[in-house]
């Protein structure tokens, strides 16, 4: 029987990962994602009933043994609306989980959640993104009869549809990310067994896929190149017809490079494709990345659903943050995972300069214009005319497979000219503000880091050795850098630049409020500047009143109270609260019990206004 995605099984290795050398063989479990989730042992289906356990065995294996925190058990199961009850549905599920799988793994409690230890067991998603791997650097090297059979072997992991009997929050936002896999990796199988010549036996399958997802440029340019390679040209030109119509009908949209590529070879007698060189404009991913695991898989899902219907609209996700959150390295690691998903092209452009201030948008279009191959034409028309740049730019964009991330934007009337046209393409935006241009849903908000991610990200930089050498001072390091990622790269670049200290002795600088900015600056990382470019943001007004808040200490407090303290009216004091909270330098929280917003400073950026120079306040 062929796999859902319409590929014939071939013989399945005999075991995806050895189990160690301890593990007796009835004890070893094998766990299957890839289609229904589910458990056997030596053969034997465990029984497992419902959907909620279910889900909670995949969010634990999701989770590839970190913690999976109660908070985030509750979303899979119940999203936004779970019952009163619901940490004592959990408790039950991981009790009914650890009594079903017996000795072959272990759940234990770890702080706010849940951790498994598959120790030997199978994981179906484990094994297939081992031998995706490894057939993806295969086929990279040439060596196309290996990649061929080792991407063969990864698709036959499949066993339906990702995590079909999971509820339809966790489907929601995990199943675009696993089946994108599985797309890729047919998709990098079939051009191993077209460069071996297998085009004839190819086409049966093509035709199969192509059916099934029509609007798949990819699978169909390979079937206009295998049916082009078995003297089937007629064949190859109703294909490319009926995709072009397609996709006017369905989404407004011509063909894109690689269907259009396809078809011109053709045409010429061409019978291989040119190498391809998709646009990567992109910052460099950061030397360490900790902490952020459950966002980066978030926005993976959401840039890589795949648009479907007539109504079809650009995916879009926006992260934001107070400075330093890592709204940057978070939006550079993911755009660098997710690059293969759009062959055009992933490019980056800040929307903010050195000093804080808003870029010229004709400024911005002209860089990805050329960065999208544009002309010195492109520069001069942005000395003429945004509109032309923008005509310019949509047209460029309309009907590709492009990512756009733009760095640091400070209203939706900056994204207005740079949204990339169709829904083929995805925008990322990072931004310290809510921007309605992008849908709450699609909206990831970044808080601090608990301590154990603080102290996992100060490790990466200063290694573990020095980590566990001073267990009390890395604590304390932590504590004062406040969860704020920045303040901890920083702390870590200090202390890795000078191994001969002491972790005690750098932490007795930043437990003294006088000198604690000052230590948090390196190099070119400074964490007062920072917080002074998005000061330099606010209005005249708001940034004199930042100092004199000081005294009103963390928090939380309310307008009322800051009134008192500033002397300014209460309506006045609230203006620049909102100001504050949307330039991330102030948290907004929950109404109190009577009813009155509520505001909370970070330490930080409490510290830098009671370190400001204070001026007279306009009245």
């Not at 061929?148 to 339809?168: I, K, Y």
């Not at 063909?255 to 910052?283: D, I, K």
């Not at 963390?554 to 620049?576: I, N, Y």
Request: charged content about 25%; proline content about 6%; some cysteine.
């Amino acid at each position: 029987m062929p796999n859902s995605a319409g590929v014939s099984p071939r013989p399945a290795e005999a075991a995806s990962e050895p189990a160690g050398p301890g593990a007796a063989a009835s004890d070893v479990l094998a766990f299957r994602l890839l289609g229904p989730v589910s458990a056997t042992r030596a053969g034997a289906a465990v029984p497992l009933s419902g959907a909620k356990i279910h889900t909670v065995l995949a969010v634990l294996l999701l989770a590839r043994g970190a913690l999976v925190t109660d908070s985030g058990l509750s979303a899979a199961l119940w999203a936004d609306a779970p019952p009163a009850t619901s940490n004592a549905q959990i408790y039950t599920y991981v009790s009914r989980l650890r009594k079903t799988l017996g000795n072959g793994v272990r759940i234990f409690r770890k702080g706010p959640g849940y951790v498994l230890d598959v120790r030997n067991s199978e994981v179906d998603l484990f094994s297939f993104e081992r031998l995706d791997r490894l057939g993806r650097q295969a086929l990279e090297e040439n060596r196309h009869e290996e990649a061929g059979r080792l991407l063969g072997d990864a698709l036959d992991r499949w066993s339906g549809q990702a995590l079909e009997n999971v509820t339809e929050h966790l489907l929601r936002f995990e199943r675009p990310r696993l089946e994108f896999l599985r797309a890729q990796a047919l998709e990098r199988r079939i051009e191993a067994d077209l460069a071996l010549g297998r085009h004839r036996s190819l086409v049966p399958e093509l035709l199969s896929l192509v059916a099934r997802f029509p609007m798949d440029e990819n699978l169909r340019a390979h079937l206009i190149t295998a049916l082009h390679r078995s003297d089937r040209q007629a064949e190859a030109v109703q294909v490319y017809g009926e995709g072009r119509r397609i996709l006017d009908e369905q989404l407004g949209v011509v063909p894109g490079q690689q269907l259009s590529e396809a078809y011109l070879r053709m045409l010429r007698g061409e019978s291989a494709a040119p190498p391809r060189r998709p646009v990567l404009l992109l910052p460099a991913r950061a030397a360490t990345f900790t902490g952020r695991t459950a966002e980066a898989d978030r926005l993976r899902s959401l840039l890589l659903r795949r648009p479907s219907g007539p109504g079809a609209r650009l995916r879009a996700a926006l992260v934001t943050g107070m400075p330093g959150s890592g709204k940057t390295a978070l939006a550079a690691e993911v755009a660098h995972g997710c690059a293969e998903a759009f062959p055009d092209g992933v490019v980056h452009a800040e929307l903010q300069d050195a000093d804080g201030a808003a870029r010229p948008p004709a400024s911005v279009l002209a860089e990805l214009l050329a960065a999208l191959g544009g002309t010195e034409d492109t520069v001069r028309t942005a000395r003429h005319g945004l509109s032309e740049l923008v005509r310019r730019y949509r047209a460029r964009t309309a009907g590709c497979r492009l990512l756009v991330v733009l760095d640091d934007a400070t209203s939706d009337a900056q994204l207005t000219g740079l949204l990339p046209v169709g829904p083929d393409s995805a925008l990322l935006v990072t931004s310290r503000t809510r921007l309605t241009a992008v849908p709450a849903a699609h909206t990831l908000s970044l808080g601090p880091l608990d301590d154990e991610d603080a102290v996992a990200l100060l490790a990466e930089t200063v290694g573990d050795d020095r980590v566990r050498a001073e267990p009390g001072a890395v604590r304390d390091v932590v504590r004062h850098c406040a969860g704020l990622p920045l303040a901890l790269r920083i702390a870590g670049a200090r202390l890795a630049a000078r191994p001969h200290r002491t972790v005690a002795r750098f932490a007795g600088r930043l437990a003294d409020p006088r000198t604690r900015l000052a230590a948090l600056s390196y190099g070119t990382l400074d964490l007062a500047r920072a917080f002074g470019r998005a000061v330099n943001r606010l209005s005249p007004a708001t940034a004199a009143v930042l100092p004199w808040l000081a005294p009103v200490g963390p928090g939380p407090f309310t307008a009322r109270l800051a009134g008192e303290v500033t002397g300014l009216a209460e309506s006045d004091a609230e203006c620049a609260l909102e100001e504050l909270v949307d330039a991330g330098l102030l948290f907004a929280e929950p109404d109190g019990v009577l009813g009155e917003d509520r505001y909370r400073f970070h330490p930080l950026v409490l510290l830098h206004a009671d370190t400001t120079s204070r001026r007279d306040l306009p009245r």
